[in-house]
């Protein structure tokens, strides 16, 4: 269990600039998204782009809904997983509201996508982010946008109370 301590003080130090092209670090060693130490998660690895960040991903056998194709379901976490690294750029916390996923496409175990996302909008706490999620040829598989809403520290406190 990550000590909620130690993980507010590595988000303090996340929310600074980071050079572009370089790993961004995962939320916290447990992320479901992008934890390295959670045997369930999907091990999501981010850089910054420019003003937003990309991934390239492949799902695996952990993930499958239909044979051969990956769930919707764990394609929906990492892409929200994926939006949570922009907050290292915005510099505030925030947290999911509103998630919208439109599968173009099946998003096959075993091949990898390059997934892209970004801030569309900034209005008061509400975040609008779009992303994306393209093959190898650049065929566009499917899309995303979210509402995050920034909160405080408190948010994040509850789960251990
Ligand atoms: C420093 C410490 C770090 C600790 C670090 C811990 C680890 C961190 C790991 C992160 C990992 C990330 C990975 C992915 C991110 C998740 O997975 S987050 C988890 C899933 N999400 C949740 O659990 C959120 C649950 N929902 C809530 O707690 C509350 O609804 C919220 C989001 C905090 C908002 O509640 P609220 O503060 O009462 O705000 P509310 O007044 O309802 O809405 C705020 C504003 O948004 C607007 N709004 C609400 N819904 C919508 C909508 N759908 N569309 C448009 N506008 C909307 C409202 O109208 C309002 O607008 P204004 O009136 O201010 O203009």
Redo the contacts with the bound molecule.
Sequence with gaps: MTD?KS??AT??EK?RPHAEGVDLPP??EQ????GPDNPHGHHLQVRRYGDGVVAEHTFDNRHVGAPGIAHGGAVA?VI??L???L?YLVG????????TVDYRAPVMIGTPYRMEAGVTNQ????L?LAASLTDRDGFLVATSTA???????D??TRGTQ
């Design positions: 909620l993980m507010l988000w303090a929310f939320h916290h992320c479901l998204g992008c976490t929200d997983d939006y949570g690294f907050l505030a916390p925030a947290v999911t509201r509103q998630l209005e008061g706490r509400k609008f509402v995050f809403v920034t909160v405080g520290v948010h994040f």
